[in-house]
C-alpha cells in the first residue's frame, strides 16, 4: 500500500533582497539575500505515489509548470516515482508572503524523505532554489543568508539568538498579477537601475552580516530599509512599471517611519506585493501592533517570531 509523507516549511522575509537572475536554467539569483524565516505562517505538503504527477493547492487542483519543471529535473536525477502533490498555505497564496518560498522548500524537504534521497540540508537548499530561489532559503530556520559562488542557503542565526519580531499587515489577499519571476525578467531587460542595484547588493549584504553579528539593530533597520527601496525603485522604473504596493502599504510605511523616528526600533520592508512587514524588538512590538492595526485592522495583522527549519511531520 502506498503511504504519503508530509513536511512543514515557513516562508521568510529578506531583509537584504534577492531581486534578479544571473543563470536561468540553474535560477541563480544576481544579488546575495539575507531572510528572516517566519513562524506561525506555514506551508504543509503532502506527497503519496500516484499514476500522474498531480498538484492540488487549498484543496484546489491547479495546472502549475513551474512545480511541474521542478519535479521532472528533479526526476531526471533520482528516478522519483509519479506523485500527487497536496498543499496547504495558512496565508494567502501568490501574494507576497512568500508562498513559493515554503511552498518548495516543503515539497523537496518530503521528497527527501519519502523517497530515501540522502540529501543534507545544505544540498535540499540547492534542490529547493531551482525551483525558486527564495526557497532555498526557507530549508533554514533563523536568520539565513544565500550567496555566491555555492548559492546554497545557510543559518547564521537560530532562531531564538535574536528574538525579534516580524509584524505582518495584510493590505490585501489578492494574488499578483505579475510573478516574481517575470517581475524579475522585465526589471533586468528594461530599468535603467538594474545595474547599479547588482553593482551595490554585495556590499549591503556584507555590511548586513556584520550588523547581524553585532545585534546593530539601528544599522540593520538602516541596510534593511534601503535594499528594500533600492529594490521598489527598480521595479517602479521597469518598463512596464511594476507598483506592487497599494495606498495602504504606503501608509503603514508612512507609520513606521513616524514610530522609528520617535525612537522605536522598528523599520519595514515589503517584497513582490503590497504587505507590510514591520521588524522590531518585543519592546517595539506592542506599539507596533497598535499603530499597524489602526490601519488594517487586528484581523490582518500577523505577528511572527523567528522560525524553524522545513521539516518532516
Ligand atoms: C526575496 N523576492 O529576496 C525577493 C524580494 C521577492 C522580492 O525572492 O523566480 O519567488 O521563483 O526564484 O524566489 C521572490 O522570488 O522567485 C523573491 P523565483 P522567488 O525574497
Known amino acids: 500500500m502506498s503511504y504519503s509523507t508530509t513536511a512543514i516549511a515557513h516562508p521568510n522575509v529578506a531583509l537584504i533582497k534577492y531581486w534578479g537572475k544571473s543563470n536561468l536554467t540553474e535560477n541563480i539569483p544576481s ?14 505538503t503532502t506527497i503519496v505515489e500516484d499514476d500522474f504527477d498531480t498538484i492540488w493547492i487549498n484543496q484546489k487542483k491547479i495546472n502549475d509548470e513551474k512545480i511541474l519543471r521542478f519535479l521532472s529535473q528533479i526526476r531526471e536525477k533520482t528516478g522519483i516515482a509519479t506523485i500527487k502533490i497536496e498543499t496547504e498555505n495558512n496565508f494567502p497564496t501568490g501574494s507576497g508572503l512568500a508562498s513559493s518560498a515554503s511552498g518548495f522548500a516543503a515539497l523537496a524537504t518530503a521528497l527527501n524523505q519519502h523517497f530515501s534521497l540522502g540529501f543534507t540540508q545544505s544540498e535540499l537548499s540547492t534542490i529547493a532554489r531551482k525551483g525558486s530561489a527564495s526557497s ?4 533554514f530556520g533563523g536568520i539565513v543568508s544565500l550567496q555566491g559562488p555555492s548559492w546554497k542557503a545557510r543559518s547564521i542565526e537560530q532562531d531564538g539568538e535574536w528574538p525579534l519580531r516580524i509584524i505582518i499587515a495584510k493590505t490585501s489577499s489578492e494574488r499578483k498579477e505579475i510573478s516574481s519571476s517575470e517581475g524579475m525578467k522585465l526589471t533586468r531587460e528594461t530599468s535603467p ?26 544599522k540593520l533597520a538602516d541596510l534593511s530599509e534601503k535594499s528594500c527601496l533600492k529594490m521598489i525603485g527598480t521595479m517602479l522604473s521597469t518598463s512596464p512599471s511594476l507598483i506592487y504596493w497599494n495606498p495602504t502599504t504606503l501608509a503603514c510605511v508612512h507609520a513606521i517611519k513616524k514610530m522609528r523616528t520617535a525612537g522605536k526600533a522598528v523599520f519595514f520592508t515589503t517584497d513582490a506585493g503590497p504587505q ?15 499603530s499597524l492595526s489602526n490601519i488594517v485592522g487586528p484581523t490582518n495583522i500577523i505577528d511572527c517570531e523567528i522560525g524553524g527549519d522545513a521539516r518532516i511531520v
Open 31 to 44: 544579488t546575495p539575500s539575507i531572510s528572516i524565516t517566519l513562524s506561525k505562517l506555514e506551508t504543509k
Open 136 to 139: 532555498a532559503r526557507s530549508i
Open 193 to 218: 537601475f538594474y545595474q547599479p542595484w547588482v553593482k551595490e547588493a554585495q556590499k549591503d549584504f556584507d555590511d548586513c552580516l556584520s550588523a547581524i553579528k553585532n545585534q546593530d539593530f539601528e
Open 276 to 290: 507590510i512587514k514591520a521588524i522590531c524588538t518585543s519592546e517595539s512590538a506592542e506599539e507596533v501592533t497598535k
